[in-house]
C-alpha cells in the first residue's frame, strides 16, 4: 500500500507537466502513487503523460475524464487514491524531491491528520518565499490557516470519512475545501521548509479579475451552510463572521479593483459592501476584529463613504 498518493488534474499544460511529473516519480518517498487526472486536454499533455506512464507504470495510474475543471478532476481522482494520506498537486507546479518523505514523517513521528509546508512563488524574473504562521487549535486555523490544497498532506480517512470534496464549477474552490475541513483536523503540523514551486502564470484563473471574482462569497455561503447542518456554527461563528469580512474588504476588494469594466466594477463592490452588512450586520463588533494590527486597523474604517475611496486608491496603486 502507497503511503502517499497525490493527486495531479492536467488540462491543456503541455509546457508544464512533464516538469511537475518528474519531481514526482523521482521523490525520495518510494512508496507514492502518482494519480494523474487528464480533464479532457486538447493540446499534447496527454502523450507527454502517457510517455512518462511508460517509464513509471509502477508509480503513476493514469485517468481520463471530460473537462470539468480543476475541482471536479481532483474529485474524480479521490476515490481511486490507495495511500494512507492523500496529497494534491497542480500541473503547473513542481515540488522539492523530498518533499513527500519529509512530510510523510513528520506526519508519523505527530500523528497528525494534516501535514503543511512552506513554498515559493515563482515569478518569470524572481522567487518569493512564503512563510506561514503556526497555529493552534481550529479556531486559530480557521484565522491563519493558508488556503491552498497543494502544500498539504491530508489523512486519507478523513476526507473519506467526512466527504469532504471540492466545490465543482467555481472559483476558490481550496477556501471551501479547506474551511470545511478544518473542524475534522485534531492535529495538525508544520514542515518549515518551502517545498513547492507555486508558478505565476499571466492569464491563469488566479491571475485573472472579471465578475467570477463574486463567487467567493458562494463559496463563503457554503462553508457556513455547512457549518450550519454539522451544528457547529454557532461554536465559530466568530472566526466565519471575521473570515467573511476579512474576505470581502481585503483580498475580494484587490481582485474587484483590477477589473477593467467600471460598470461591473463599481456594481460589485457595492455589492460587496451590501452583502457583509445584511449577512452579519454588527461585523465592526467581531472579537477578532479588535485585535491590533494594521489589516483590522484598515477594516475598522471602512463604511459607506470610504469603501468608494479606498477602491479608487487601490485601483491606482496595483
Known amino acids: 500500500m502507497p503511503k502517499v498518493s497525490v493527486i495531479v488534474p492536467v488540462y491543456n499544460v503541455e509546457l508544464y507537466v512533464e516538469r511537475c511529473l518528474k519531481t514526482l516519480v523521482n521523490q525520495t518517498l518510494k512508496e507514492i502513487e502518482i494519480i494523474v487526472v487528464n480533464d479532457g486536454s486538447t493540446d499534447q499533455s496527454k502523450e507527454i503523460v502517457q510517455k512518462m506512464l511508460e517509464q513509471?507504470?509502477?508509480?503513476?495510474?493514469?485517468?481520463?475524464?471530460?473537462?470539468?475543471?480543476?475541482?471536479?478532476?481532483?474529485?474524480?481522482?479521490?476515490?481511486?487514491?490507495?495511500?494512507?494520506?492523500?496529497?494534491?498537486?497542480?500541473?503547473?507546479?513542481?515540488?522539492?524531491k523530498d518533499m513527500y518523505q519529509k512530510m510523510y514523517e513528520l506526519a508519523k513521528k505527530e500523528n497528525s491528520d494534516m501535514v503543511e509546508c512552506d513554498f515559493y512563488w515563482e515569478y518569470p524574473d524572481k522567487q518569493k518565499e512564503d512563510i506561514g504562521e503556526i497555529y493552534q487549535g481550529k479556531?486559530?486555523?480557521?484565522?491563519?490557516?493558508?488556503?491552498?490544497?497543494?502544500?498539504?498532506?491530508?489523512?486519507?480517512?478523513?476526507?473519506?470519512?467526512?466527504?469532504?470534496?471540492?466545490?465543482?464549477?467555481?472559483?476558490?474552490?481550496?477556501?471551501?475545501?479547506?474551511?470545511?475541513?478544518?473542524p475534522y483536523l485534531e492535529k495538525v503540523s508544520f514542515l518549515k521548509e518551502p517545498c513547492v514551486h507555486y508558478i505565476q502564470r499571466e492569464g491563469s484563473i488566479s491571475n485573472s479579475q472579471n465578475e467570477r471574482t463574486k463567487e467567493i462569497f458562494e463559496v463563503l455561503e457554503h462553508v457556513i451552510k455547512h457549518y450550519q447542518e454539522k451544528e457547529i456554527?454557532?461554536?465559530?461563528?466568530?472566526?466565519?463572521?471575521?473570515?467573511?469580512?476579512?474576505?470581502?474588504?481585503?483580498?475580494?476588494?484587490?481582485?474587484?479593483?483590477?477589473?477593467?469594466?467600471?460598470?461591473?466594477?463599481?456594481?460589485?463592490?457595492?455589492?460587496?459592501?451590501?452583502?457583509?452588512?445584511?449577512?452579519?450586520?454588527?461585523?465592526?463588533?467581531?472579537?477578532?476584529?479588535?485585535?491590533?494590527?494594521?489589516?483590522?486597523?484598515?477594516?475598522?474604517?471602512?463604511?459607506?463613504?470610504?469603501?468608494p475611496i479606498y477602491a479608487q486608491l487601490f485601483r491606482r496603486m496595483k
Open 139 to 182: 479556531k486559530e486555523m480557521l484565522q491563519k490557516v493558508r488556503v491552498v490544497a497543494w502544500n498539504k498532506l491530508i489523512k486519507r480517512e478523513i476526507l473519506e470519512k467526512e466527504k469532504i470534496t471540492f466545490p465543482k464549477g467555481y472559483r476558490y474552490e481550496d477556501v471551501e475545501f479547506t474551511y470545511k475541513l478544518i
Open 233 to 307: 456554527y454557532e461554536t465559530y461563528q466568530t472566526e466565519l463572521e471575521y473570515l467573511y469580512t476579512r474576505y470581502a474588504f481585503c483580498s475580494s476588494f484587490l481582485r474587484m479593483v483590477k477589473i477593467k469594466d467600471n460598470k461591473i466594477r463599481k456594481r460589485l463592490l457595492k455589492e460587496t459592501w451590501n452583502k457583509v452588512n445584511q449577512n452579519f450586520p454588527n461585523w465592526k463588533k467581531n472579537k477578532i476584529l479588535q485585535q491590533r494590527n494594521r489589516k483590522n486597523l484598515y477594516m475598522k474604517t471602512i463604511n459607506k463613504w470610504t469603501y
Open 56 to 96: 513509471f507504470s509502477d508509480k503513476i495510474v493514469y485517468l481520463e475524464k471530460e473537462n470539468g475543471g480543476l475541482s471536479d478532476a481532483r474529485n474524480y481522482g479521490i476515490p481511486y487514491a490507495k495511500g494512507e494520506y492523500i496529497a494534491f498537486l497542480d500541473s503547473d507546479d513542481y515540488v522539492e
